[in-house]
T-cell receptor, first 112, second 113 residues
Framework: GENVEQHPSTLSVQEGDSAVIKCTYSDSASNYFPWYKQELGKGPQLIIDIRSNVGEKKDQRIAVTLNKTAKHFSLHITETQPEDSAVYFC???????????WGAGTKLIIKP | GAGVSQSPSNKVTEKGKDVELRCDPISGHTALYWYRQSLGQGLEFLIY????????KSGLPSDRFSAERTGGSVSTLTIQRTQQEDSAVYLC???????????FGEGSRLTVL
């Protein structure tokens, strides 16, 4: 079955710098890759997703890149702000499947 | 309401007691998921509902755990004879079929003393 590995487990960056979180997946048939952000005391919330027919997707300061050959995808956050501090989860799934396979999460700390 | 609603938000119970956790999904969402999140950990899948049926219960950790969904809406997760290792945040999510964005509630924090 699918397995998703996420690195690093903790990332500390200076406010204004960029942050990159990486995930690898095992099932080459997976074709949907979302990223969720979980703030303290709240449930995760979708921030961006990408499908396998696209190599990159951007939404303001957030971007996701996908390398199908290498089976990895990354979340890029530019010009980090204090409100970016949270735990970020990547996931992978076949579009025909109901279940997301989750990474273990990355705690992002933005230093003032 | 506009979002997924879970109750109670916090529950403290004694070992051996039964607990019920409730999830009110977004109206019209046919898919409903329960996850467990231990402190500082990732998301552990428990069960998935499509409508009122649960085609995948594979994540339920033991037969002390059960869940049901009625009217294609509200779901209840029941834990019998709670143990200390059941202490965690239980998250519910719903989506409008699949593939679809998961909308999560804020979770029910369970503490078993």
């Amino acid at each position: 079955g699918e397995n998703v590995e996420q690195h690093p487990s903790t990332l500390s960056v200076q406010e204004g710098d960029s942050a990159v979180i990486k995930c690898t997946y095992s099932d080459s048939a997976s074709n949907y890759f979302p990223w969720y952000k979980q703030e303290l005391g709240k449930g995760p919330q979708l921030i961006i997703d990408i499908r396998s027919n696209v190599g990159e997707k951007k939404d303001q300061r957030i971007a996701v890149t996908l390398n199908k050959t290498a089976k990895h995808f990354s979340l890029h956050i530019t010009e980090t702000q204090p409100e970016d501090s949270a735990v970020y989860f990547c996931a992978a799934r076949l579009d025909s499947n109901y279940q997301l396979i989750w990474g273990a999460g990355t705690k992002l700390i933005i230093k003032p | 309401g506009a979002g997924v609603s879970q109750s109670p938000s916090n529950k403290v119970t004694e070992k051996g007691k039964d607990v019920e956790l409730r999830c009110d999904p977004i109206s019209g969402h046919t898919a409903l998921y329960w996850y467990r999140q231990s402190l500082g950990q990732g998301l552990e899948f428990l069960i998935y509902f499509q409508g009122n049926s649960a085609p995948d219960k594979s994540g339920l950790p033991s037969d002390r755990f059960s869940a049901e969904r009625t009217g294609g809406s509200v779901s209840t997760l029941t834990i019998q004879r709670t143990q200390q290792e059941d202490s965690a945040v239980y998250l519910c999510a719903s989506s409008q079929g699949f593939p679809g964005e998961l909308f999560f509630g804020e979770g029910s924090r369970l503490t078993v003393l």
